[in-house]
DNA sequence: ATATCAGTTATTGTATACAAGATGTTTGAC
DNA sequence: GTCAAACATCTTGTATACAATAACTGATAT
């Protein structure tokens, strides 16, 4: 799958907001970015148009673009979307996972827990979104699995603060095994439920959460 | 809202897309749509990289962008993505739909059956769709609401030859009012199930629908 | 007759030039 | 000293010019 230069360009400016490269209402200026990626405004045009279509970015006519960071609010929303997006994933995972990919999953799950004893966050960052993935995979739905991989990756840099503010990763290990447990046994309805809880960000995090956003 | 020039051209190829005014493989050509649209290349390729983004045309470098039309299997998975999206959002409308929505939601259904009534199709699509959008409108997510209306949007013209292959558009007037009894109850888990099998292409109509695909 | 290669044409990708509007600054009046 | 208006500057939006590569055509050789 070959890119062209502008994609190449909206990707990276894309992961650049994604991990807090920019802050809320800063300004993309069309001729400094050129300068950066040493290319004339064209391709740069091109490239912004790309994130403001996909909302990354607002655009004021005349004015310039400027990056929209969500706000506590809507990261709520989106939490609570990614949730029913996991769940809809385990609800047809269930049914749908091979038995090797119930073999992957066991074993990223031990990745997990391995990560967690050793206390390194950045690799259970990792082998937490993996875990992830592979029932994204496993629902055998293409279209939902971009849809569930674009939302996570639009939610990593909240999602490890977030992570941070739980305290107990433990407890997130003990609710990995269940959504194990209700895969192998194909229990649609417990898998569901079992993502949906696991992801949400409950009520009481919320005040955490939005402390972590003057980061 | 604002839009700026590059992104009416956007809307409008994506609309004009999705309403099957091009086939699957058609090459947009830049400055063929450059004289459609009365504008010099710049404005259209800076829409093209937004069609391209988004998935709904392709790119090869060098050779221009192809719309890319949904194929039987990606479209069987549009309508399930579609039908879990809509059960979360029944779901979450279940506890947060308010009085004035729920009365918005009745006679929305109301307006359904008359126009049932009267054999007007094109009339029964309009009002079906008002009585999904005041769900999602319901669910109070303003984020999951734009990914519903988008794939809502994105399905439009299947879910017409859907329907008419369907046959007893009765039956889809029935999940209409389970749906309605479960929101009213505040009944989550119903209310997420009936819109799913309500929205769900059901396996035995698989076939009528891949033979719709020849329009 | 077919296949291959060279030359031509056409189309995309990029850069630059120009037009239009917005911001900022200076000057002047009160 | 402050406010306002005209001017200058900067930025975006659009068009056009140029460069690079792919498609096409035709001719030649086998």
Same mark, same amino acid.
């Given at each position: 799958?070959?890119?062209?230069?502008?994609?190449? @360009?909206? =990707?990276? +400016?894309?992961? &650049? %907001?994604? #991990? !807090?490269?920019?802050?809320?209402?800063? $300004?993309?200026?069309?001729?400094?970015?050129?300068?950066?990626?040493?290319?004339?405004?064209?391709? @740069?045009? =091109?490239? +912004?148009?790309? &994130? %403001?279509? #996909? !909302?990354?970015?607002?655009?004021?006519? $005349?004015?310039?673009?400027?990056?929209?960071?969500?706000?506590?609010?809507?990261?709520?929303?989106?939490?609570?979307?990614?949730?029913?997006?996991?769940?809809?994933? !385990?609800?047809?995972?269930?049914?749908?996972?091979?038995?090797?990919?119930?073999?992957?999953?066991?074993?990223?799950?031990?990745?997990?827990?391995?990560?967690?004893?050793?206390?390194?966050?950045?690799?259970?960052?990792?082998?937490?979104?993996?875990?992830?993935?592979?029932?994204?995979?496993?629902?055998?739905?293409?279209?939902?699995?971009?849809?569930?991989?674009?939302?996570?990756?639009?939610?990593?840099?909240?999602?490890?603060?977030?992570?941070?503010?739980?305290?107990?990763?433990?407890?997130?290990?003990?609710?990995?095994?269940?959504?194990?447990?209700?895969?192998?046994?194909?229990?649609?309805?417990?898998?569901?439920?079992?993502?949906?809880?696991?992801?949400?960000?409950?009520?009481?995090?919320?005040?955490?959460?939005?402390?972590?956003?003057?980061?």
């Amino acid at each position: 799958m070959e890119l062209t230069r502008a994609h190449k @360009i909206a =990707e990276t +400016l894309e992961q &650049l %907001v994604f #991990s !807090g490269g920019y802050k809320d209402g800063d $300004r993309l200026d069309e001729v400094t970015l050129a300068e950066q990626f040493c290319v004339s405004r064209t391709p @740069i045009r =091109e490239a +912004l148009q790309v &994130l %403001v279509s #996909s !909302g990354i970015a607002r655009q004021i006519p $005349r004015r310039g673009v400027f990056v929209r960071q969500p706000g506590p609010v809507e990261l709520m929303e989106m939490f609570e979307t990614m949730a029913e997006l996991e769940a809809a994933c !385990g609800r047809l995972a269930a049914t749908r996972i091979t038995e090797a990919g119930l073999q992957e999953l066991t074993e990223a799950n031990s990745h997990c827990r391995a990560a967690l004893g050793a206390k390194d966050h950045a690799q259970y960052y990792a082998e937490n979104e993996r875990f992830h993935q592979i029932i994204y995979r496993g629902a055998s739905n293409s279209y939902l699995e971009k849809q569930a991989l674009h939302l996570q990756n639009k939610l990593r840099a909240f999602r490890k603060t977030q992570l941070r503010f739980r305290g107990r990763l433990d407890q997130s290990m003990a609710e990995h095994c269940e959504i194990v447990d209700a895969l192998q046994n194909a229990d649609a309805d417990r898998a569901a439920a079992a993502l949906r809880g696991h992801v949400v960000v409950q009520g009481e995090k919320f005040h955490q959460l939005i402390a972590s956003l003057n980061r």
